[in-house]
């Protein structure tokens, strides 16, 4: 088990470092084309774009965990951590179950959206598009996951 997690850990970092080699490449070749030899390459801002939006969402909750986010707790801290804990158990639960209605509807506007492709590189939406639900699904699997340490003994190192 612990080779197949460190094999999924060089999987994701790697899928982040390739597109935020994606974006910076695409500025690059923006700002030399345009400033160093006066002509212009309008696809490298849609490239920069596109590594962008992927570099967000498969970071945002693939790489980093809840705790390394910024939060803003100043009610949360108020509690004391009985309270602390029902607390975190209803924000995480609604969570899951906001994630979880909306990934059918995103399934479908995908689906919607499948033959489309980006203005000037003509590279699939789909493929732009895909981590974001990578990201929903993500998202509510890591709730599910808190939501079941919030649930069993131990439930301090989780709050």
Not at 27 to 37: A, E, Q, S, T
Not at 79 to 96: C, N
Request: net charge positive; charged share 10%; proline share 3%.
């Amino acid at each position: 088990m612990a080779s197949l997690s460190t094999l999924w850990k060089w999987f994701s970092e790697s899928v982040a470092v390739i597109a935020f080699a994606v974006m910076f490449a695409g500025f690059v070749i923006g700002i030399g084309g345009r400033y160093v030899f006066d002509a212009p390459v309008s696809w490298s801002n849609e490239l920069c774009a596109i590594g962008y939006v992927w570099v967000v969402f498969w970071t945002s909750d693939i790489l980093l965990k809840e705790r390394q986010h910024i939060v803003f707790d100043v009610i949360y801290g108020w509690f004391p951590p009985r309270g602390r804990r029902v607390l975190a158990i209803f924000i995480t639960l609604s969570l899951a179950i906001v994630f979880l209605a909306a990934i059918p509807g995103t399934i479908d506007y995908m689906y919607f959206l499948r033959t489309r492709k980006t203005t000037l590189l003509q590279w699939p939406i789909l493929l732009v598009f895909g981590s974001f639900l990578i990201f929903m699904i993500a998202v509510a699997v890591q709730a599910l996951i808190r939501l079941w340490h919030l649930l069993r003994s131990g439930w301090q190192n989780h709050i």
